[in-house]
């Protein structure tokens, strides 16, 4: 599939990534705008996602990013959706990718089923950003976008440590290396800096945590009156659940803690064996088969922490 293709002749175009974007997401949907604003630039084009996390900030055109909700009544001649396994990922954007006169869906998860017009979706892929790479020449990209992509690859694989890296993905790392990014920074940027209030929080995340199924397990949480406590945000929550499961022994890690909306978030990380994708689909989740999201209503959240965990063991113990 060329990218290319789909863009040609278009005059509006509006691309979107999933709610709460990680680095994929904000990735992917930054190298595209920023190849259709650099090679099309009669083009008009608008990138919608809710607000990113400050780490992801320096990516390039990251503050023209808009919010779906207050561009309700515009029309695309083409809607593009990264990283996104259904519509409902899509957010406030969904009523703009329902619009548009044409759809484009290019992702790496195992999705809900075809809601685009034309579908790219490989989900043995190490990254959208790395299948957003596969439909463009190599030749048009620019230092900007490399940034884009790069990061993307890095935060998906964890550092190309994840069973999803491919020799491609590391053939394509070392293209973009070429193009001048600093992939040191995007690194640091992406998993070593942490803010006061992150590792406070980290602290927490740790002291509260408790091993199940012989050690194999590893549970944690955070309450409300915690993350307040330390001025903690749900974003101050990346990376805790991939520190919890390297802890020797440890397959699966598992982290709960409460949204702004009331809900409970949970946050699973495994190491070879357990299919983090599969367990968050038992839960109305999803994400990727080493690391996958989900999501309760509200409820005690040590107690839900023990079911989920308890749960998790059963799976292990009939596998």
Same mark, same amino acid.
Request: aromatic share 10%.
């Given at each position: 599939?060329?990218?290319?293709d789909f863009?040609a002749g278009k @005059?509006?175009?509006?691309?979107?990534?999933?709610?709460?974007?990680?680095?994929?997401?904000a990735?992917?949907?930054?190298?595209v705008y920023n190849?259709?604003? /650099?090679?099309?630039p009669?083009i008009?084009?608008?990138?919608?996602? %809710?607000? $990113?996390?400050?780490?992801? @900030?320096?990516?390039?055109?990251s %503050?023209e990013?808009?919010l779906?909700s +207050?561009?309700?009544?515009?029309?695309?001649?083409?809607f593009?959706?990264?990283d996104?396994?259904?519509p409902s990922?899509l957010g406030d954007?969904?009523e703009?990718?329902? =619009?548009?006169?044409? /759809?484009l869906?290019i992702?790496h998860?195992?999705n809900?089923?075809s809601?685009?017009?034309?579908?790219?979706?490989?989900?043995?892929?190490?990254?959208? !950003?790395? #299948?957003?790479? *596969? /439909?463009?020449?190599h030749?048009?990209i620019t230092k900007?976008?490399?940034?884009c $992509?790069?990061?993307?690859?890095v935060?998906?694989t964890?550092v190309?440590?994840?069973?999803?890296?491919?020799?491609s993905?590391?053939?394509?790392?070392?293209e973009?290396?070429e193009?001048?990014?600093?992939?040191?920074?995007?690194?640091?940027?992406?998993?070593? +800096?942490? =803010?006061?209030?992150?590792?406070?929080? /980290?602290?927490?995340?740790?002291?509260?945590? @408790? #091993?199940?199924?012989?050690?194999? $397990?590893l549970?944690s949480?955070v309450t409300?009156e915690?993350?307040?406590?330390?001025?903690?945000?749900? @974003?101050h929550m990346e990376?805790?659940?991939s520190?919890?499961?390297s802890?020797?022994?440890?397959e699966?890690?598992?982290?709960?803690y409460?949204l702004?909306?009331?809900r409970?978030?949970? =946050?699973?990380?495994s190491?070879?064996?357990? *299919? !983090?994708?599969?367990?968050?689909?038992?839960?109305?989740?999803g994400?990727?088969?080493?690391a996958?999201?989900?999501s309760?209503d509200?409820g005690?959240? +040590?107690? #839900?922490?023990?079911e989920v !965990?308890?749960?998790?063991?059963?799976?292990? +113990? *009939?596998?």
């Amino acid at each position: 599939m060329r990218l290319d293709d789909f863009i040609a002749g278009k @005059k509006s175009i509006g691309i979107a990534g999933h709610v709460r974007p990680d680095g994929d997401c904000a990735g992917s949907t930054l190298a595209v705008y920023n190849y259709i604003k /650099t090679y099309y630039p009669d083009i008009e084009v608008s990138a919608y996602l %809710e607000p $990113i996390p400050n780490i992801y @900030k320096f990516l390039p055109r990251s %503050e023209e990013l808009k919010l779906a909700s +207050e561009y309700v009544d515009e029309v695309h001649d083409l809607f593009i959706a990264l990283d996104c396994s259904g519509p409902s990922r899509l957010g406030d954007a969904d009523e703009l990718f329902r =619009s548009a006169r044409e /759809t484009l869906c290019i992702d790496h998860h195992i999705n809900e089923g075809s809601f685009a017009d034309h579908d790219f979706i490989f989900p043995e892929a190490s990254s959208t !950003c790395e #299948l957003v790479a *596969d /439909t463009i020449d190599h030749d048009r990209i620019t230092k900007e976008i490399a940034e884009c $992509i790069y990061t993307g690859m890095v935060t998906d694989t964890g550092v190309f440590q994840y069973e999803c890296t491919h020799r491609s993905t590391m053939e394509l790392a070392g293209e973009l290396m070429e193009k001048g990014i600093d992939y040191p920074m995007i690194v640091d940027r992406v998993f070593f +800096e942490k =803010s006061f209030e992150q590792n406070k929080i /980290t602290g927490v995340a740790l002291l509260n945590s @408790k #091993l199940y199924a012989d050690g194999r $397990i590893l549970g944690s949480y955070v309450t409300r009156e915690e993350m307040e406590k330390y001025n903690a945000l749900p @974003k101050h929550m990346e990376g805790i659940g991939s520190m919890l499961r390297s802890t020797k022994g440890v397959e699966l890690a598992v982290l709960l803690y409460p949204l702004a909306d009331g809900r409970i978030k949970g =946050s699973s990380r495994s190491a070879k064996t357990f *299919d !983090c994708a599969a367990f968050a689909s038992r839960h109305g989740g999803g994400g990727h088969v080493r690391a996958a999201g989900f999501s309760f209503d509200g409820g005690d959240i +040590e107690k #839900l922490l023990d079911e989920v !965990c308890v749960e998790a063991a059963a799976i292990m +113990e *009939d596998n």
